[in-house]
Each structure stands twice: as C-alpha cells, then as structure tokens.
C-alpha cells in the first residue's frame, strides 16, 4: 500500500492540474462560418437566442426537436405515440433546405389545423416555393462597409442596421391575395425580406435574414430589439417547437428532446470543481481497491463478431483526435464506393454529366443531387476543416438516402 502512495498522488496531481489548465483561455482563430448552430458560441451560432427562448416566450412550453419534422410531428398527433400533441409555434432558423418532402408536407399539415410555421432562412426548400407560390431573389451590396439596413412595415418598430452583409435576399414575387409584407431589407433599394402568408387555418411567417439571430448580431449595438420585433408576429400558443441544427439519424423517440448537455454544466466554475473532485475520488477508490482479495475466476465468452465496435472505435478516435479532414475523405470514399456498386458509374469525375446520369437511376431531383455534388467537391477543395464542416456533408448525404 505504501508502495502505491506515491503513485496516488502524482495522478491525483496530474489531475488536478489538466483540469486547471483546461480552463484557461486560449486564442484561437474565428470561425466566421454561418452554421446556425444553438449549440455553437461561435459569431453565428445561436447559442444566445436559444438560451433565451423561455425569456421570449414565457408563457410557452419550449421544446427542441432533433429530427426531422415529417417523424416528429407525425409521433405527437392524435394518432400518434408521443407525449403531447403537437399544436402551437414551429421555429426553424438558417437550415430549412435540409427539410425534405414529408417534412414540408408534415409542417403544412402542421399549419393547416391552426399553427404558426416560422422560417427564417436565405432560401427555401423548393417544395415550399412550389406550394406558396414564392420567388427569392439576391442583389449585392454595393457598399464598402457591406451594411444594410432592415426595417418593419410598422413604423413603431425601429429600423437597425446590419454589418457583414454581402448583399439582401428578398421576395420577388408577391402578387398572391393575402400575402401580407411586414419588413425589409434597404440598401440601394427598399424589398421585401419578411412577409406573412395565411395557410388553411394557420399562418406562415417568412424571413430572409437569418444571420441577424446569430451571437454576433444580438450582442451587437441594439439589434436585439430587431429580434424581439420579428418574434413578436409570432402569435401566443401552448409551445414553441425549435428545429436543431443537429438532426438525429435514427427513428423518433419520446426521448429526442434535451434541456440541458454536460458542456453547459462545466461552464460552471463550482460544478467544473465539483466534476473534476469526484473524479479525483473516484480514481482514488479504484486504485486503493483494485487488489481483490479472492482469485478471479476467469470467465470465458464465446467469440463475437466485433466488426461493427472496432469501427464505433476508430471513429470515435478520429472525433477525439479532431481530425474532421480524414474522416470527410472517408466518408466521400464510402459514399462513391457505393455509387459504383449500386448504379456502376464512374465516379472519378463528378461533372454535370455524372450530376444527371445520377439523378436518373437513383430516381433523384436533380437539384438535390446538384448540391450534393457540390458539397463533396468543396469539401476535396478545402484546407481547413471544422466539425460542421462534417455534419454538413453527412446531412447531404443522408438526405440522398432518406428522400
């Protein structure tokens, strides 16, 4: 035992060490990237506006969804196996062109019987323009500081202005009865950027400035008060259904929504000191315990097919060892490998040729497969990879599968 002491300490030492060092701050680079993120703290991120969802909407029951809304909606009906039925505010911001079919057709049922959609993004799914009938246009912004301005129909809103912006989304085509403009974008000229559109006994709200919700700008002079006002259209209802960034890739549960996540915890000081104690202890107890009184009886298992956990392993190595450039290779080699053998294409060169040909026999739009594409050849281009950058091609990917 005394043996061991000294071993004790210098690993309860070390410890103690690796969680100080872990809490001191480090530069690092900024990560610009617009991922919409509410996880994300970085500048576009929505970590802010979903930390304070329950202040925006207090008399509202708050619920996160992590799948797609065609399985989610569809669970919380009157015929489905969910905890509730779904029935109030749906809030999608920066993301709504990973929505697939079902997933439109569920959030019109959704609004049909009376519900509010809200969708904040700089395009559409095609389907929605389709069904509302909707254009967007770009125009770019001429000035060399790259701000606009973003105003309201109603003047007791005031107008902010917006840096960064390299030019305005807008909608170009609203001669649809109905169709009510509450806001704009302004730099040369003033357009149409928010609109409300009725749809059976609901209404849909339309927004094509989603980076205004991001960290960045809520932090930003007072255009947190833009936020407030564009949320204020947002009618009272029993909740608001906030659609993640991040998407489960397996079938609905009643389990699918989160509150909380251990990152947010260690943010705290006490708590971080609390985890890191306990874990001191518990390393201790294992050591000063592991001589077991009685020989072990060796326990023999019969032999297992352990394909499936060695490649959970190595993943999971990649991911620690943060080396999103290797594993988006091998994804892209994984995805290829499995056109040639189910279609037999070639794929050593992905052109508009190859686009079609994959278009035709996977039965796919070729507007999807187009992105697609597009998605991977960035991706070979690139030099710099971040985590998003992985969960973006996965999100094309399994959009091929699933639609």
Known sequence: ???????????????????????????????????????????????????????????????????????????????????????????????????????????????EEGNTLFISSYYYTQALHDTLNIDIDFDFNPKKDSISKLSFKNKDFAPVDIDKNAGDYYFSNLNQTGYEVLGYAETDEKRPNFIRVPFGDGRILLHTEPKIFSNYNILKDDRYTYVEHVLSYIPDGESIYFDSF???????????????????????????????????????FMIFNAKRRQRIIKIITPLRNTSLAFVKTISNLYIEAKDYRNLTDKKITYFLEKIRTDYNLDTSTLDEEFIKKLAAKAGKKTDDVTKLVACINRMRAKDEFFEDNLVELNRYIEAFYSK
């Open 246 to 284: 991040l998407k489960y890739q397996t079938p609905y549960n009643t389990n699918v929504e989160e509150e909380s996540n251990l990152s947010w915890f260690l943010e705290q000081l006490a708590f971080r000191w609390a985890w890191y104690t306990a874990l001191v202890f518990l390393i201790l």
């Open 1 to 111: 035992m005394k043996k061991t002491l000294p071993v004790v300490i210098v690993i309860a030492a070390l410890i103690i060490i690796g969680a100080i060092a872990s809490s001191v701050k480090r530069t690092k680079t900024v990560d610009w990237k617009e991922s919409f993120n509410e996880q994300s703290v970085k500048p576009y991120g929505l970590k802010i506006l979903y930390n304070e969802l329950s202040s925006l909407f207090p008399d509202h029951k708050i619920r996160t969804v992590y799948h797609q809304p065609s399985s989610y909606l569809k669970e919380n009906s009157k015929s489905g196996y969910g905890d509730h039925e779904a029935a109030g505010n749906y809030i999608i911001i920066g993301n709504s062109n990973y929505l697939t079919t079902y997933s439109v057709d569920a959030l019109l049922k959704f609004v």
